[in-house]
């Protein structure tokens, strides 16, 4: 249970940012799955 409990302090405490890093990971797999598709595409 001590996991569960340091995941939500972790989560309590950077709730201001937690939009924004789910954003900036949003954009690495894009950049991922399009970086990977580009050959594909020359």
């Known amino acids: 249970m ?3 409990r340091q995941i939500k ?3 309590n405490r950077s ?3 937690l939009l924004q890093d789910a ?3 949003a954009a ?3 950049m ?3 970086g990977l598709h580009l ?3 020359i």
């Open 2 to 4: 001590t996991t569960l």
């Open 9 to 11: 302090a972790i989560a």
């Open 15 to 17: 709730q201001s940012t």
């Open 23 to 25: 954003a900036g990971a």
């Open 28 to 30: 690495l797999m894009v």
């Open 32 to 34: 991922l799955v399009v």
């Open 39 to 41: 050959p594909q595409l």
